[in-house]
Nanobody, 115 residues
Framework: QVQLVESGGGLVQPGGSLRLSCEAS????????MGWYRQAPGKQRELVAT???????NYADSVKGRFTISRDNPKNTVYLQMNSLKPEDTAVYYC?????????WGQGTQVTVSS
């Protein structure tokens, strides 16, 4: 049974930081491209960042220079360090694991940026 469990969301003031974590089980973690997506109210889910085991990364233009995705393969965990947060970063953040046609999602964690 595949599980992706996110943690680290919460309420933060504009300009603040948060680190999201996602621990995976039931998959060969190193095979998968791991990513973070987000969905704001009334909007479609969008890519935030992805990272392969080989280190290749991809970021949405809106988060470049502010967010960093990293992974710890022995711990089956992917992280998203979010700095200089803006109100428009408010969304539910979802962890994603993808390998070929196999794709899995976490349950999501809420991030709210507000003063």
């Amino acid at each position: 049974q595949v599980q992706l469990v996110e943690s680290g969301g919460g309420l933060v003031q504009p300009g603040g930081s948060l680190r999201l974590s996602c621990e995976a089980s039931g998959i060969i973690f190193s095979f998968y491209v791991m990513g973070w997506y987000r969905q704001a109210p009334g909007k479609q889910r969008e890519l935030v960042a992805t990272r392969s085991s080989g280190g290749s990364t991809n970021y949405a233009d809106s988060v470049k220079g502010r967010f960093t995705i990293s992974r710890d393969n022995p711990k089956n965990t992917v992280y998203l360090q979010m700095n200089s947060l803006k109100p428009e970063d408010t969304a539910v953040y979802y962890c994603n694991a993808e390998w070929g046609r196999a794709t899995y999602w976490g349950q999501g964690t809420q991030v709210t940026v507000s003063s």
